[in-house]
């Protein structure tokens, strides 16, 4: 087999200016050193990381990036190795565009976590992030990149600029990679931060694989708002990664909920939707994984949940677990709906909101599917 690149992270980022109100970017990282803090399901001994300035209104100057074992608060195992691109130690990264480091041997065991130094020379303004990142960050005056334990200030909970991080890997033709794509259920919010109990995370430990994490919260399938809509970001989030197999299409709750929406959809307006994902991923070679919508009644975010919409959820998550357009299906409203109020989200399941999973319910998600919608046949 030939070593070929390998997605074991990816995060869906969003501009700093969109309906973002729960979780504001912050700028001010000129002169500082941001170490951010990934956990990767699998493990190798060469990557390489992609950074992005998609959304951002100025240059983002990078002046030393290096990467090493993570230890926990921030403080990092001897032997971190340096980023280079294209040769260089530093880079200039314009606005609405990306870069990807060069080949880095740096050894990563599996199931390990990472940290992601980056000496921020000049920042552009309010950044590229991915706002709920679940993983605390650390911020320092000056270049701290290569110290190991530096003081830092206060802690970040977004990740910046990371988009991404690529191992270099012998893959066998059989082996499948997964993206999860969807909105905050997906994204982990209501799980405990730092600890890696995301549906995601659950999933690829039952299947001993990575499976790349696209949630946005309060993404929605039909409208942009919080980042942009699902029909818009699937190409350059999810077709784009390369070798991907499968992807689980898990949106739609926020198009009936969220009180930005300009009207509730309708059933056939979200089956036109999901259809339509569906399609374009089997057009690419990968395989689609549909997700029904999750029980929302008592949820305590006010004028989220209506009669109306509870009808058409159910008519939808009718048509997922019959259609034929998806490969399989992700049962979540099965798995962490209440048996006495199947319209109510089982009470030991969720975080407090009625909406989201905690760790448990997370688990009882990505126990919801067969693991044999996953292997790869002729």
């Known amino acids: 087999m030939d070593a070929q690149w390998v997605a074991v992270h990816r995060a869906a980022m969003v501009s700093p200016y969109g309906d973002l109100s729960f979780a504001k970017p912050r700028g001010g990282f000129t002169g500082r050193t941001v170490r ?26 990078v002046g030393e990036a290096l990467v090493g074992r993570h230890l926990g608060g921030g403080r990092v195992a001897a032997g971190q190795a340096r980023l280079t691109f294209g040769g260089a130690e530093s880079v200039e990264i314009v606005p609405g565009t990306e870069v990807v480091s060069d080949l880095t041997a740096f050894d990563v065991p599996a199931d390990a976590e990472i940290a992601i130094s980056l000496y921020v020379v000049e920042d552009s303004g309010p950044a590229t992030h991915h706002p709920e990142g679940l993983q605390t960050g650390y911020v320092t005056s000056g270049n701290t990149a290569a110290d190991p334990e530096p003081e830092p200030s206060a802690p970040i909970t977004s990740l ?54 696209l949630g946005i919260g309060g993404n929605r399938l039909l409208r942009n708002g919080f980042g942009p809509a699902g029909l818009l970001r699937f190409q350059p989030d999810v077709l784009s990664i390369p070798g991907l197999t499968h992807v689980i299409i898990a949106l739609g709750i926020n198009d009936l909920g969220l009180p930005a929406a300009d009207r509730p959809q309708n059933a056939d307006e979200l089956i036109s939707g999901l259809t339509t994902l569906a399609r374009l991923a089997r057009e690419a070679g990968v395989t689609p994984i549909g997700a029904t919508l999750p029980p929302y009644a008592g949820t305590t975010f006010p004028g989220y949940h209506c009669e109306k919409g509870d009808l058409i959820r159910a008519e939808v998550n009718d048509w997922v677990r019959a259609t034929a357009e998806y490969h399989a299906c992700l049962d979540i409203d ?28 997370a688990r009882a998600m990505a126990h919801a599917i067969d693991l044999e919608a996953f292997v790869l046949r002729d």
Request: aromatic content about 6%; charged content about 20%.
């Open 36 to 61: 951010q803090i990934v956990h990767l399901h699998r493990g190798g001994a060469r990557l390489r990381v992609w950074l992005s300035n998609q959304f951002g209104d100025g240059p983002l100057r």
């Open 160 to 213: 910046y600029w990371i988009k991404g991080v690529d191992l270099r890997l012998e893959r066998s033709p059989g082996e499948p990679l997964v993206a999860a794509f969807g909105d905050s259920l997906t994204d982990g919010s209501g799980t405990t931060p730092d600890a890696h109990q995301r549906y995601p995370d659950h999933l690829a430990r039952r299947l001993g694989l990575p499976v790349l994490n």
């Open 334 to 361: 099965a798995a962490v709906r209440d048996p006495d109020r199947p319209s109510h989200f089982h009470p030991a399941l969720h975080c407090g909101d009625g909406l989201h999973p905690n760790d448990a319910g």
